[in-house]
């Protein structure tokens, strides 16, 4: 806030107008959330490290080929989609990257 005349103190608003927008602002304050929202990359990379670090039922890690298919499919489908995060992902775009030629889609290894 201003403050007034240099006294370091803040000034109060005058107008209806003024005293509105204030208002406004510290509401604006209070509703903007503390945490950043993920990511899909953001939550693509914690997937994928949960994934090394989980056990299947029978107490055995997850084998290399599982691994390197969640590696290589998922930033696949991030570059078809084209979408920054989660809530904009429908099925549209699952179905976009279902029917892409092999061929057309973006190599993972040409974008880390």
């Known amino acids: 806030m201003r403050t007034a005349s240099g006294s370091g103190r803040p000034s109060v608003p005058t107008s ?3 005293f509105q927008k204030a208002n406004h602002l510290a509401q604006e304050k209070k509703a903007t959330p503390a945490a950043k929202v993920p990511t899909l990359v953001d939550q693509q990379l914690g997937f994928l490290e949960q994934k090394r670090l989980s056990r299947k039922p029978d107490g055995f890690k ?5 691994l390197s298919s969640y ?3 998922i930033p696949d489908f991030l570059l078809v989609a084209q979408k920054r995060f989660a809530k904009e992902v429908d099925g549209m775009d699952l179905r976009r990257w279902m029917e892409a030629p ?3 889609r973006i190599s993972t ?3 880390l």
Request: aromatic residues 0%; glycine residues 6%.
């Open 16 to 18: 209806a107008a003024q």
């Open 62 to 66: 997850l084998d290399k080929e599982t």
């Open 71 to 73: 590696e290589k499919l």
């Open 102 to 104: 092999r061929g057309q």
């Open 109 to 111: 290894e040409d974008h």
